[in-house]
């Protein structure tokens, strides 16, 4: 819909998006939904959608999106066939280690993150240009998982 802040929406927005969609009626949101939710099996859509989803989602005048938020987004974005094994315990470590606001850097790398790197972490490159919270969680989850750290 091209909304610009979470939950809200302007008249202008509003119309737009359904008349885009081509919905005039509740039934025929409901039966648009499986098709809008196949749409982001697209891996170019879907990461479309996962960068909009940074900006829509944080705070007006704010240039980082607060953890809770984060948190509850990255929720809703990893599931079902999107679902990234370590989200979980990316969540978890963000609210036992981190406890701060997530930068628009942030949110981007943990996309190319999850899609990049293996779930044994064997080609994570900590030389590489992670941000420092990536560095931190890899080192988190093989201690927990008892595999070698890098020093």
Known sequence: MNANIMCEYSREEWISGFTKMNVDSIDKLRSKMPELRAELRDPHRYQEVYNFAFSWAREKGQKCLQLETALAMWNLLYVDDRRWQYI????????????????????????????????????????????????????????????????
């Open 88 to 151: 979980d315990d990316w969540c978890e470590f963000l609210q036992k280690h981190h406890n701060r606001a997530i930068s628009k850097d942030t949110w981007v790398q943990l996309y190319e993150f999850a899609r990049q790197i293996k779930p044994d972490f064997s080609n994570f490159d900590e030389a590489g240009a992670w941000p420092y919270l990536m560095d931190e969680f890899v080192d988190h989850m093989k201690k927990q998982n008892g595999m070698a750290v890098d020093s």
